[in-house]
């Protein structure tokens, strides 16, 4: 599967932005979707991530409540809704995919495909 997010900007903090990440070329439902974003001289960190048929989510403590992924497996996309934005959300947003489990995200921080990220940056 191949992965082209698509969303990012410059936003003001407070303000809401959706990313969005558009599959190809695989059995969208096979596979777990998440995302992962990483800022300027920080390690690759876990945002979120939703099961195969969208039954389950899971968030980072930093983004709980604030943040949304959602699924639509007839359209091949996955979502990450982002509102109440922060300066320390500035990153770059990488879309991920992997057919293992929710756990790969989660506990490993790592998954087989990736996205080439957009970027989004929060203006104080």
């Known amino acids: 599967v191949q992965l082209q997010a698509s969303g990012g900007g410059l936003v003001q903090a407070g303000g809401s932005l959706r990313l969005s990440c558009a599959a190809s070329g695989g059995t969208f439902s096979n596979y777990v979707m998440g995302w992962f974003r990483q800022a300027p001289g920080k390690e690759r960190e876990f945002v979120a991530v939703?099961?195969?048929?969208?039954?389950?989510?899971y968030y980072a403590a930093s983004v709980e409540g604030r943040f949304t992924i959602s699924r639509d497996n007839a359209a091949n996309m996955v979502y990450l809704q982002m509102n109440s934005l922060k300066p320390e959300d500035t990153a770059v947003y990488y879309c991920?995919?992997?057919?293992?489990?929710?756990?790969?995200?989660?506990?490993?921080?790592?998954?087989?495909?990736w996205g080439q990220g957009t970027l989004v940056t929060v203006s104080s």
């Open positions: 991920a995919a992997d057919d293992r489990s929710v756990a790969v995200f989660t506990i490993s921080n790592e998954a087989e495909v």
């Open positions: 939703i099961s195969w048929r969208g039954e389950s989510a």
